[in-house]
Nanobody
Framework: QVQLVESGGGLVQAGGSLRLSCAAS????????MGWFRQAPGKEREFVAA????????DYTGSVKGRFIISRDNAKNTVYLQMNSLKPEDTAVYSC??????????????????WGQGTKETVST
């Protein structure tokens, strides 16, 4: 089992940058594919980005491709989401998640086994 704690959310102006971090407990962090999801007010949770166990493969939803970068440091049990050129429509609660039985970069919510509590990010105009 793994526990996930996100940090780094906050208020930023459009065009700015933020980096989210997700720290995982446990000694088997490298056994999990990791993902970031977000949920905007009044909307369903959606996939943002995922990274494979080794970090060698990444995947992004189309609206963030070229602006966001997912990475991981297995020595620090941490996954990151660097968010650049932020837009007001990026405003949401961002959550990280861990997938126990995946060798790839899963996109589906039900492919993930563990979730963090989320961190709120607000992009102002």
């Amino acid at each position: 089992q793994v526990q996930l704690v996100e940090s780094g959310g906050g208020l930023v102006q459009a065009g700015g940058s933020l980096r989210l971090s997700c720290a995982a407990s446990g000694r088997t962090f490298r056994s999990y594919a990791m993902g970031w999801f977000r949920q905007a007010p009044g909307k369903e949770r959606e996939f943002v980005a995922a990274i494979s166990r080794s970090g060698g493969s990444t995947d992004y939803t189309g609206s963030v491709k070229g602006r966001f970068i997912i990475s991981r440091d297995n020595a620090k049990n941490t996954v990151y989401l660097q968010m650049n050129s932020l837009k007001p429509e990026d405003t949401a609660v961002y959550s990280c998640a861990a997938a126990e039985n995946s060798w790839g970069t899963p996109r589906g919510i039900d492919e993930y086994d563990y979730w963090g509590q989320g961190t709120k990010e607000t992009v102002s105009t």
